[in-house]
T-cell receptor
């Protein structure tokens, strides 16, 4: 059973059309939920870490929120340069060390 | 700032060959890890290290070895390459401090085994 599930797998938006990406998790003892952006041929780039339900963080057009079962990455008035794959990962008490468990990502395309 | 540096960026191996993927970080992070990324499967942990001299297996360790003789370096060795090891490999280093945890990734090594 997948412990981190991201939806949708792919999303196409018109420039300026706001939307949300979802990351649901089933781990116990969440220590942190992480959002990354990955451009083609590049490594994941850190965006946010959320630690407790109700927490929110913002960066430019992106806003991440966390509940006890899921996280949302809200994209407000996206631009073509926001096109990328967005990855969600968790750290939890059930993992040893500092391990991250990743979802499969949402591929976002923003059309001019 | 160099961050996490991986070499090589691309590599083609024949089945049965061995090779070492290099990873170096200059942030003095104790924790380093290796992931592979395959289409539709997300990033999966191969091996990790919580400090020099300490390594452990992740989710998919078979066919790979690691060692950590210094804080900076964490090489990944493929013992006898197989086509199933065709993938993109990422090295990451991370720290956990008072402000929380952050992980930094290298640019990846694209490996093809023929």
């Amino acid at each position: 059973e997948d412990q981190v599930t991201q939806s949708p797998e792919a999303l196409r938006l018109q420039e300026g059309e706001s939307s949300s990406l979802n990351c649901s998790y089933t781990v116990s003892g969440l220590r942190g939920l992480f959002w990354y952006r990955q451009d083609p041929g590049k490594g994941p780039e850190f965006l946010f870490t959320l630690y407790s339900a109700g927490e929110e963080k913002e960066k430019e057009r992106l806003k991440a929120t966390l509940t006890k079962k899921e996280s949302f990455l809200h994209i407000t008035a996206p631009k073509p340069e926001d096109s990328a794959t967005y990855l969600c990962a968790v750290q939890a008490d059930e993992y040893t060390g500092n391990q991250f468990y990743f979802g499969t990502g949402t591929s976002l395309t923003v059309i001019p | 700032n160099a961050g996490v540096t991986q070499t090589p960026k691309f590599q083609v191996l024949k089945t049965g060959q061995s090779m070492t993927l290099q990873c170096a970080q200059d942030m003095n992070h104790e924790y380093m890890s290796w992931y592979r990324q395959d289409p539709g499967m997300g990033l999966r942990l191969i091996h990790y290290s919580v400090g020099a001299g300490i390594t452990d297996q992740g989710e998919v360790p078979n066919g790979y070895n690691v060692s950590r003789s210094t804080t900076e370096d964490f090489p990944l060795r493929l013992l006898s390459a197989a086509p199933s090891q065709t993938s993109v490999y990422f090295c990451a280093s991370s720290y956990s401090g008072r402000s929380g945890t952050e992980a930094f990734f290298g640019q990846g090594t694209r490996l093809t085994v023929v």
